[in-house]
Every structure is written in structure tokens, then in C-alpha cells.
């Protein structure tokens, strides 16, 4: 798992130039994603997030039998995916 600013920083590198990064308090996270699930849910969702376990800091090897390929890293992925930041 990569954390947001992690993600911000690796298309920040593939574009070249800075990238504002603003970290969300846990209300504002949850008011953000209450309109589309239950209030509750979004409550797991950032209880997860906020805490990952060991498992979940690990890139499955199902990831490679899904896609196919082995895991690319983030930084790849931002590269790829250039003009969508432009």
C-alpha cells in the first residue's frame, strides 16, 4: 500500500513539478465519503486505512494472477498515466 502523499510525491516527480498534497482531517475524510456509502462504513474504510495491518501492506501474489503480469510500482503507473495530471 502507498500512502497519498507517497502518491503525490511519485506524480510530482513524473510531472516534473510540484504537486499540492492536502491531508484531510478524519471528518472531512468522512463527510467526503458519507454522499456514497453508509456512515458506517465509512468509519471501517478509515479505521483501515488509518491503521493497515501487516497483510495489507503487502502487494498480493494475486495481484500477478489477475493482471496477468507482475505489480508495477506507483511510480510507473504515474508515468503511464502522465497526461491525466497535465
Known sequence: MIAPRRQ???I???LGSPVRFHEL???E???AMT???PAELADDTLDILA???PAELRV???VQQVLGRAPHP???WATRNLNAFR
Do not use: L
Open 8 to 10: 503525490a510525491e511519485a
Open 35 to 37: 454522499p456514497s456509502m
Open 12 to 14: 510530482a516527480a513524473a
Open 25 to 27: 482531517t478524519r471528518d
Open 74 to 76: 506507483f511510480a510507473d
Open 29 to 31: 475524510a468522512k463527510a
Open 60 to 62: 498480493s501474489p494475486d
Open 51 to 53: 491503521s493497515p495491518n
